[in-house]
């Protein structure tokens, strides 16, 4: 139905404007794309009356704006897609019962959604109520984010938790929650996904740019949350600065460093999390290699994570240039262990493998080449006195500027792996201890009403005429509670609903 007409009408020029045509001035100074309402018909069919009340119901639309939503499914995954999934045997492994392949709703947790294909939500029962989505996070925590699970296959495990935290995440913007309890929740999405980053670099099918991606994206609507709560509930924006010392650190050698920097409240900038990004930025920028892995290794565990994927490799590249143009011959060999102290690496194994990867050529120096040294030089220093591990570094390809660069090196901190043996992954994410926590069944009038005893068999022994009756009382109740397996076949599972 074409609800109007757009005339567009060309000016004439200034010299040919006749001022004496006063009746045509006004159509030439019509505006551009002025719309001119058709004449409807309001006849006996009455067609003009409807188009006018739906053009007044479309421009009340405009003027209120959408209906903001509001989740009433407390459980990790609503009924029609549990269903919907169940039919068309949509599942994930990690949603069976421990040691079977038998899918359990209780264990189903809802998926992530395009936009595209979830522009028809339109349901508040589609969606998790802030008690749900707390449910669903504590669920990954206490059975999913286990070693168990992430050691039977690490991309699977994490493409299941990241799929569930970014449909907790789509929940949350849906409905435009910004509570204390909506605030925890995505704070332990983004650690998650700091974690997940660096315990998986390197890993085969893992999608680090798409981890990055979504990390970023949390962040950015986490700072916005804390700048709504703050002047009302500032409580609840008790780790703010925590989250933006993440920022920082991932900005690090970028150029939106100081935009990021001038974006930290006033009242957070003498935080202890923000000074020690500042100081960890400044060693870096200044190139100072030593302080920067002494402060590192000071550093929270998410902290950690940070810089292992986002400095650790660049910085470590920018010193081994400047080590390589102070112990180049005929100056003095270094030590192996000084390189380890140095960079940051646990063993001399990590070293060998650090200057084999930039392709630093580089040979063992013998006894009978540090006595000889000696003589020449008539110096030995105590470190050479006291370490066998002695090297003379020669050529690196960094030096060289007719090669390639070589690609960064994928190699996860043993310190920080180590750290997982004295605390759970689950508590790093979670901020702190975990909970008490219960798996329960999900609601479903289905179940319940299948589990009732039959009004219609009790019927039969009173005679047909009475069976009748409580037959057409039962066929007159509500759909949502009439589900078996005769009713699933011929309406399809989730017609209740």
């Not at 650690?191 to 390197?202: K, T």
Request: charged share 20%; glycine share 6%; with cysteine.
């Amino acid at each position: 139905t074409v609800f109007g007409v757009c005339f567009y009408k060309r000016m004439p020029p200034r010299t040919q404007r006749s001022k004496a045509a006063k009746g045509d001035e006004d159509d030439h100074w019509k505006p551009v794309g002025r719309v001119q309402p058709l004449q409807m018909d309001t006849g006996a069919n009455g067609r003009g009356a409807n188009l006018q009340e739906i053009l007044a119901k479309i421009e009340l639309m405009q003027k209120v704006g959408p209906r903001t939503l509001h989740g009433t499914c407390n459980d990790m995954c609503p009924i029609s897609e549990r269903y919907n999934r169940q039919s068309w045997k949509i599942y994930d492994p990690l949603e069976c019962e421990p040691g079977t392949t038998e899918l359990s709703h209780r264990r189903m947790v809802k998926v992530y959604k395009k936009e595209a294909a979830a522009s028809d939500v339109s349901l508040d029962a589609d969606l998790r109520s802030l008690a749900g989505l707390t449910l669903t996070m504590d669920y990954l925590l206490h059975e999913i984010f286990t070693d168990h699970h992430a050691q039977e296959g690490l991309s699977a495990w994490q493409n299941f938790l990241s799929d569930r935290m970014r449909s907790i995440r789509k929940d949350i913007a849906i409905q435009r929650l910004c509570t204390p309890d909506s605030i925890a929740l995505m704070e332990k999405i983004v650690r998650f996904y700091i974690f997940s980053g660096h315990y998986l670099m390197g890993t085969p099918r893992f999608e680090s740019t798409l981890n990055a991606q979504q990390l970023v994206g949390t962040i950015e609507e986490l700072l916005d949350m804390y700048r709504r709560i703050a002047p009302s509930m500032p409580a609840a924006a008790a780790n703010e600065a925590e989250f933006y010392s993440y920022k920082i650190l991932r900005s690090i050698g970028k150029p939106e460093f100081m935009t990021v920097m001038l974006q930290v409240p006033a009242s957070l900038f003498f935080h202890p999390a923000i000074v020690f990004a500042q100081e960890i930025a400044s060693a870096f920028s200044d190139g100072n290699y030593i302080a920067f892995f002494r402060k590192a290794r000071q550093a929270p565990h998410i902290c950690g994570c940070v810089l292992a994927e986002r400095a650790f490799d660049q910085v470590r590249t920018r010193a081994l240039v400047t080590i390589e143009a102070a112990y180049k011959p005929p100056k003095s060999p270094v030590s192996l262990v000084d390189i380890m102290n140095w960079l940051g690496f646990d063993s001399i194994d990590e070293a060998r493998l650090f200057l084999d990867h930039h392709r630093v050529d580089y040979t063992e120096v013998s006894q009978f080449d540090l006595i000889i040294f000696y003589l020449v030089f008539h110096r030995m220093s105590n470190t050479l006195q006291h370490n066998t591990n002695l090297i003379t570094l020669q050529t690196s390809i960094i030096l060289t500027t007719d090669l390639p660069q070589v690609k960064p090196m994928t190699q996860r901190a043993t310190w920080l792996l180590q750290e997982l043996e004295r605390t759970p992954m689950a508590e790093i994410v979670n901020g702190g201890p975990l909970g008490a926590f219960v798996l329960r069944e999900p609601q479903d009038p289905f179940v319940q009403h299948r589990d009732k005893p039959s009004t219609t068999a009790a019927a039969t022994v009173d005679g047909r005429q009475t069976g009748s009756r409580v037959q057409a009382q039962v066929a007159a109740q509500p759909s949502l509670g009439r589900f078996d397996g005769n009713t699933a076949d011929s309406q399809g599972v989730g017609d209740g609903e």
